[in-house]
């Protein structure tokens, strides 16, 4: 939808004063710069009815799934917080991070479904939801990769359910270089955004676009990698077992 979008030749024509951008308020300056934007395709035909309906089932079931696999992450880490003591045992410290991430999570995912009401007609509000949404997705993969569960999972043998916390660690591990990608992602986003502004062509206007959407893509191919934790939560989840399939085989398409 949005690379369709995004070589489209019906384009809204930019606003006049786009030409003194240098000169605007923020709000006017980010005026000029959405055409480019997902935001802008979801207000084309259909999209954000349809958005708000697929939107509310994913976020529902996303919601759902986290609060599986975290609960079944923090059964594990307990048993293993409870064979050392002191603030400074890793599984103690991965328990905060993983109440950080969940609250993250919780904000995020009800937070994404506030852009349909709150679009770019009402762009004040759109613009705070969107921040608020970027911010806790942010948050949460930073504090979900960065929690020490290697070091965690390293306390004790290789014994039940000593062997099953080593599993989530090393898939883990494997999440960290995604981090660092979504990261460097949200410092890419402005820099094309500078350069969009600096060379106001269509090409570094396309540019921008599709940082922006990669941004966005990248979060829910983090959640997607989460799909092995998800069916290793779900053996222990007092969830009908159809539920389960369909619930993570959902995220995992996404």
Same mark, same amino acid.
């Given at each position: 939808?949005?690379? @369709? ?6 384009? &809204? ?5 786009? @030409? ?13 710069f959405h055409r480019y934007t997902f935001s802008h395709a979801m207000l084309r035909g259909q999209n954000l009815t349809i958005f708000a309906f697929v ?26 917080? !409870? ?26 995912? &009800?937070? #994404? ?9 009402? &762009? ?35 014994? @039940?359910?000593?062997? @099953? ?15 660092? !990608? ?5 410092? #890419?986003? &402005?820099?094309?955004? /500078? ?17 922006? #959407?990669? /941004? ?39």
């Amino acid at each position: 939808m949005y690379l @369709e979008y995004l070589w489209a030749a019906d384009w &809204p024509e930019l606003p006049a004063h786009c @030409e003194y951008r240098s000169t605007l308020a923020w709000l006017d300056l980010a005026d000029c710069f959405h055409r480019y934007t997902f935001s802008h395709a979801m207000l084309r035909g259909q999209n954000l009815t349809i958005f708000a309906f697929v939107g509310a089932l994913v976020a529902a079931c996303l919601t759902m799934v986290e609060h599986q696999r975290v609960r079944r992450l923090t059964s594990l880490l307990k048993l293993h917080a !409870v064979k050392a003591s002191g603030a400074e045992d890793p599984a103690q410290q991965c328990l905060k991070y993983l109440s950080v991430y969940s609250r993250l999570m919780d904000l995020a995912f &009800p937070g #994404v479904l506030l852009l349909v009401p709150f679009n770019l007609e009402r &762009p004040v509000m759109h613009y705070g939801c969107t921040l608020l949404v970027v911010s806790a997705m942010v948050g949460g993969v930073v504090a979900y990769a960065t929690m020490p569960l290697a070091a965690a999972a390293g306390l004790s043998d290789q014994e @039940e359910p000593t062997k @099953e916390l080593h599993d989530w660690a090393k898939r883990h591990q494997s999440l960290k270089w995604k981090a660092g !990608v979504i990261i460097a992602l949200h410092f #890419v986003l &402005p820099a094309t955004a /500078a350069v969009h502004h600096f060379a106001w062509l269509d090409a570094t206007g396309r540019l921008f676009g599709l940082c922006e #959407v990669s /941004a966005i893509l990248s979060y829910q191919i983090f959640l997607a990698t989460f799909v092995a934790d998800d069916f290793a939560a779900s053996k222990f989840a007092p969830m009908p077992s159809p539920t389960r399939k369909v619930a993570a085989s959902l995220i995992a398409g996404l």
